[in-house]
């Protein structure tokens, strides 16, 4: 896939999360809530899966090289703690959420009690799960890079079958998130153009594995375990490679 121009994965990742949100919002209305419900918490119970699987990056070989063994959680930690609070005094779960209910004034009318938090519900945690995902960030800077879009092919695929199940439960605002989605991934893209290949293999497993680990919050919203300001946590996402570098220098 690497003859397509740069930006073909953030496109035809759109392109999927509009799809599947048409299909389950309209499909949604159909089904009783109870089967809507199930269907969400076994989308979180899914995306705990990936999390987990993206959490088995701190026994990453090339990252227990570059920081030791005893530091692979501490940075996935001490990452998790500077960008909790950096997002929140930055306030960005509420920004977020306000601009869910800006898009839902804009593009469903005023709305009033559940069908306005249904659709700002639906934006939020549907921009966090799309885009908050270490193959959000490095699918989008290998298409910048020009190698291609394997991963975010993949991560396009994935994302439309969750729309389907998230706007089965939540609505249209899980087609907003695809604004959000063409922002940060084609963002990120640009940078992988600009920047060229920067991060080294244990700066990305670092990443992997706290992007994981803001998995598990995502998840914990889905099943209505714990709503997790997952939003205030994103800032980590940039703390982690920082730290992992900064580890592996120092140590």
């Known amino acids: 896939m690497s003859e397509l121009f740069?930006?073909?994965?953030?496109?035809?990742?759109?392109?999927?999360?509009?799809?599947?949100?048409?299909?389950?919002?309209?499909?949604?209305?159909r089904l009783p809530g109870r089967t809507r419900d199930v269907v969400t918490d076994g989308l979180g119970l899914v995306t705990l899966l990936v999390a987990g699987l993206n959490l088995m990056a701190v026994r990453d070989p090339a990252y227990i090289e570059a920081v030791g063994s005893g530091w692979t959680v501490l940075v996935v930690l001490g990452a998790v703690l500077i960008g909790g609070i950096a997002g929140s005094l930055l306030r960005i779960e509420d920004r977020l959420e306000g601009l869910g209910g800006a898009l839902q004034r804009r593009l469903g009318g005023k709305g009033a009690g559940e069908d306005r938090q249904r659709f700002i519900e639906g934006f939020v945690d549907a921009s966090l799960l799309f885009c908050v995902g270490p193959l959000a960030i490095l699918g989008s800077l290998q298409?910048?890079?020009?190698?291609?879009?394997?991963?975010?092919?993949l991560k396009a695929t994935l994302d439309g079958f969750a729309a389907i199940a998230i706007?089965?439960?939540?609505?249209?605002?899980?087609?907003?998130?695809?604004?959000?989605?063409a922002v940060v991934q084609g963002t990120l893209t640009a940078l992988g153009w600009a920047l060229g290949d920067v991060l080294p293999a244990y700066a990305i497993a670092a990443l992997t594995a706290t992007g994981g680990l803001l998995i598990v919050g995502i998840a914990l919203r889905l099943l209505r375990v714990k709503q997790v300001p997952v939003g205030d946590l994103l800032p980590a996402l940039v703390a982690a490679p920082a730290l992992a570098w900064l580890a592996a220098t120092l140590l």
Do not use: F, H, P, R
Request: proline fraction near 0%; glycine fraction near 22%; charged fraction near 10%.
């Open 6 to 29: 740069v930006g073909a994965g953030t496109v035809l990742n759109v392109g999927t999360v509009l799809l599947g949100s048409a299909v389950g919002a309209l499909l949604g209305e």
């Open 143 to 153: 298409d910048g890079l020009g190698e291609g879009i394997d991963q975010l092919a």
């Open 167 to 181: 706007a089965a439960s939540l609505g249209w605002g899980v087609a907003a998130s695809a604004l959000t989605v």
